[in-house]
């Protein structure tokens, strides 16, 4: 089946430096890459969609200076957390979408933590 | 815009009873709906995907029916076991093509 990974799983960082997190499509190519974000205790909140190739489209309230996404290829989007804060400490999850189906692939998410 | 709501927010149960969890969406003009399971810390485990075809799909012990025009689905659990604790989310599509809105979440122990 179609599998998602992320890396890092799981990321420390002190305050102000850059992370950078990773998110492949393993055995297919996905046009389009989704990243949300859960809060503790609540939903998974959609940040934006990234579309191999082109810039992405950041939902309302999401800094897109801040949470910089690139697509480069048709199996990898990055999403980096730039000048990272405390208050940036959450889970991200990326999703990647078959093309030939309406199902997205869910990857196993990163914890971010930041001092 | 797609609102989902999920009840109830946390629901505990013995060992072994059928239990019922519920989502409902404000805009019915959608064309599937997934359930997901989430463990603590962990990523989204896709359980059940259900198009706005049919009534319901069901897989082993879970049963997931959707009714459109009421907006609202339910999902069944069978024989609930320890191991089914977790987060339970519906999504459904919104805002446009693939994008996905997430339910409030039902928290689901299970107590032996």
């Known amino acids: 089946g179609a599998v998602v990974s992320q890396h890092p799983s799981w990321v420390i960082c002190k305050s102000g430096t850059s992370v950078k997190i990773e998110c492949r499509s393993l055995?297919?190519?996905?046009?389009?890459m989704f990243w949300y974000r859960q809060f503790p205790k609540k939903s998974l909140m959609l940040m934006a969609t990234?579309?191999?190739?082109?810039?992405?489209?950041?939902e309302q309230g999401v800094e897109k200076d801040k949470f910089l996404i690139n697509h480069a290829s048709l199996t990898l989007s990055t999403l980096t957390v730039t000048s990272a804060h405390p208050e940036d400490s959450s889970f991200y999850i990326c999703?990647?979408?078959?093309?030939?189906?309406?199902?997205?692939?869910f990857g196993p998410g990163t914890r971010l933590t930041v001092l | 815009k797609q609102e989902v709501t999920q009840i109830p927010a946390a629901l505990s149960v013995p060992e072994g009873e059928n239990l019922v969890l519920n989502c409902s969406f404000t805009?019915?003009?959608?064309?599937?709906l997934q359930w997901f399971r989430q463990d603590p810390g962990k990523g989204l485990t896709s359980l059940l995907l259900?198009?706005?075809?049919?009534r319901e799909q069901t897989s082993g012990r879970l049963n997931a029916s959707l009714d459109k025009s009421s907006g609202r689905s339910t999902l069944y659990i069978a024989a609930s076991q320890p191991g089914d604790s977790a987060t339970y989310l519906c999504?459904?599509?919104?805002?446009?093509?693939?994008?996905?809105?997430f339910g409030t979440g039902t928290k689901l122990q299970v107590i032996p």
């Open positions: 999703s990647a979408t078959l093309a030939e189906t309406d199902t997205q692939y």
């Open positions: 055995d297919f190519q996905a046009t389009t």
């Open positions: 990234s579309n191999e190739g082109s810039k992405a489209t950041y």
């Open positions: 805009d019915s003009a959608i064309y599937n």
């Open positions: 259900i198009q706005s075809s049919q």
């Open positions: 999504a459904v599509p919104s805002g446009g093509y693939q994008k996905v809105t």
